[in-house]
């Protein structure tokens, strides 16, 4: 297996190329705000919350000059007692705020998470598929989970803290004049010194936290392959050159981690040592003003706890800066994610399908193809092939002759590059997507399988089947007999953890699933691996009830389909080469002679 870092797409929407913007980082947060909306009741209280919280938070400044002044300098019990009581009253208040702040951020922060991954997921389903060769699972999953979890912290906590500490910082600023101006000017003098290395190590701690969470992808993508191929990485033995290569990927993001931690612990201890070195020199200049009668004592007490208010507002911002450039990171993702456009799209006044019209059922004309990652190399060129109603038309040609892209084009997963693909007369181009995969059904070489039970991946065929159509549609599968026997019949799970099914046994669920989608058009890629004797008896006694009255494309592996079919066509790169009945062919086409040497394993002479 490759370093997965080889692996990277130049391709211009590639998610891989996530560097920020230094300038503005945080403008990619600004994104975000539009998932509050629906939500800006909450917002609103929360804000509410949050300022009244700050603003007694603040008062409580003067509740403590009020005590030592009234109550202790002058002596007087009953004041002393009426300050407390104020002062209990408004941090039973502040507790009271400081629950429905606490409360309505967190719930925004997981509100806002949940409505970014369902709007994620949904772009995602809407993608054309090609999007997915072209830029990692891993990464997109670590978007779907890191990045919004990422944003979840933020919007529940580290936002709300950043508002918080921004609003007693400008209050308590403002509280600091008003108490006294000399000692002010001493702590503001302190305020460049704290923000100019906040400026300088925001940027690199943006860099790398950007570069961390892409060296996670590429673990989790490494990891992943690994667990897929497990049997192929046992079989050759590789298993301490995968866990050296996985180990130097993990050491990799480990290395960038450390240093983004390592400029954040940085910052933060300089952020604190400036801020309380300057708080204690301001101390000991209102000391001596306390101490020659300038200043009562009250009065520095407001002062020192405004400047540690201010103070801690100050390292909270700077600890919270490093994280809003983290969810900027995130953010910007994300949004990326959001705002891809699939290639694949419905036309904007699609044309309704008329089944019973005259024309053939699909008409390749012209056709050229090339994959969007190989655009020097055409999959297909001037293709052209009619298929009737009901008609069964085998393909047949050598490895990499086009035959599976015929099945992605008609599927419309790709948009042809020249040409054009016709269903009932109507270019696929003007019809839904949602039409024209509604015609068809596929029944893939190795069908896919989805980690659930037998019962739902038959049923996945037709969205809300009943029970019975599910058993009907075993039935004429010759499936429901071996469904039967297995440990929990039709609710035995498949996937990872569950039952094992043979090649046989998979291909007639798919088959099931086919039949109960009841398509008009059928297009089957038989399996090149040979079944025993029975299963390929199975299979082809549940293919050949699957396309009674259809119209049936197959790729054929097996000399037994290419006799039962309507019409062989042999293609060769990307081009038919012939087009007949096995007898004729085997008379007039060198190419399909040998293909019937080689792939169907019989000389030709006996056919
Ligand atoms: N997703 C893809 N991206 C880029 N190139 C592709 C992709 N799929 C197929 N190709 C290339 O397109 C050409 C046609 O491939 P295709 O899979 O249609 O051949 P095939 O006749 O079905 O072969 P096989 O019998 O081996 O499955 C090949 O050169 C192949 O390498």
């Known amino acids: 297996m490759a370093a997965p870092n ?19 980082a945080l403008r990619h947060l600004r994104p975000i705000f539009r998932f509050l909306l629906p939500y800006k009741w909450v917002v609103a209280a929360a804000l509410f919350a949050l300022v009244l919280t700050a603003g007694i938070n603040l008062s409580l400044g003067q509740g403590l000059k009020q005590v030592i002044d009234q109550g202790f300098i002058a002596g007087s019990m009953a004041q002393l007692r009426g300050s407390v009581i104020l002062l209990i009253s408004l941090i039973a208040l502040m ?26 997921f949904a772009r995602i389903l809407a993608l054309h598929p090609s999007y997915f060769e072209e830029n990692r699972s891993g990464e997109i999953m670590s978007r779907l989970t890191t990045d919004t979890t990422l944003l979840q912290s933020i919007v529940g906590s580290s936002l709300s803290m950043a508002l918080r ?20 000017m001493i702590v503001l003098l302190c305020v460049p010194m704290v923000l100019l290395p906040m400026k300088l190590f925001g940027r690199r701690v943006r860099t790398l936290a950007s570069s961390s969470q892409d060296a996670i992808a590429d673990i989790s993508t490494y990891a992943g392959e690994v667990m897929q191929n497990i049997k192929t990485v046992h079989s050759f033995n590789r298993q301490s050159t995968e866990l050296a290569a996985f180990d130097g990927e993990v050491d990799k993001a480990f290395a960038v981690a450390k240093k983004r931690i390592m400029q954040r612990s940085f910052l933060i201890a300089f ?5 309380f070195s300057g708080i204690s020199f301001m101390l000991y200049s209102g000391g001596v003003d306390v101490l020659s009668g300038k200043m009562s004592g009250g009065e520095l007490a407001a002062f020192v706890f405004y400047a540690i208010v201010v103070a801690m ?27 891809v456009q699939s290639e694949i799209l419905d036309p904007a006044q699609a044309q309704s399908l008329d089944t019973q019209a005259q024309a053939d059922v699909i008409e390749f004309t012209d056709v050229s193809f090339h994959y969007p990652s190989r655009p020097q190399q055409s999959a297909l060129s001037a293709f052209n092939l009619q298929i009737s109603q009901g008609e069964t038309v085998a393909i047949v040609g050598p490895s990499g002759a086009g035959k599976s892209t015929l099945f992605e084009l008609l599927q419309r997963f790709y948009d042809v590059s020249a040409g054009s693909i016709r269903l009932h007369g109507v270019d696929i181009r003007e019809l839904s997507l949602h039409d024209i995969r509604e015609q068809m059904a596929m029944v893939a070489q190795h069908p896919v ?11 996945y065929g037709k969205e809300g089947a009943t029970q019975d159509e ?22 035995s799970f498949l996937g990872e953890r569950g039952v094992r099914l043979s090649g046989g046994q998979k291909q007639r669920i798919a088959i099931a699933r086919a039949i109960l989608k009841d398509p008009e058009i059928l297009l089957l890629d038989e399996a090149t691996s040979a079944l025993d004797a029975q299963s390929e008896h199975h299979v082809q006694a549940a293919l050949t009830e699957l396309m009674k009255s259809r119209t049936t494309l197959i790729i054929a592996h097996r000399l037994s389909t290419v006799m039962h079919a309507d019409r062989i066509v042999v293609m060769d790169k990307g081009k038919v080469v012939a ?19 080689l792939q169907f394993n019989q000389p030709s002479a006996s056919v």
């Open 579 to 597: 087009n007949g009945d096995h007898a004729s062919l085997m008379q007039q086409s060198p190419l399909y002679r040998k293909l019937c040497e």
């Open 271 to 275: 952020v604190i040592f400036i801020s």
């Open 470 to 491: 599910v058993s009907a549609a075993a039935r004429q599968a010759y499936a429901d007999e071996f469904i039967e026997q297995l440990p929990d019949g039709y609710h």
């Open 165 to 184: 500490s921004t609003l007693m910082l400008i209050g308590g600023v403002i509280m600091l004049f008003i108490t006294n101006v000399k000692l002010t």
């Open 449 to 459: 399988l989805f980690s659930a039970d037998v019962y739902h991946n038959i049923a």
């Open 313 to 339: 507002a100050v390292g909270t911002v700077a600890e919270i800066y490093g994280e809003l450039q983290r969810a900027a990171g995130a953010a910007k993702r994300l949004i990326e994610l959001l705002e």
């Open 95 to 120: 507790a009271v705020g400081i629950f429905c702040r606490f409360y309505l951020m967190s719930w925004l922060g997981e509100r806002v998470s949940s409505d970014i991954r369902k709007a994620v």
């Open 6 to 24: 080889s692996k990277k797409s130049n391709n211009e929407t590639s998610i891989n190329e996530t560097s920020l913007n230094e300038k503005s």
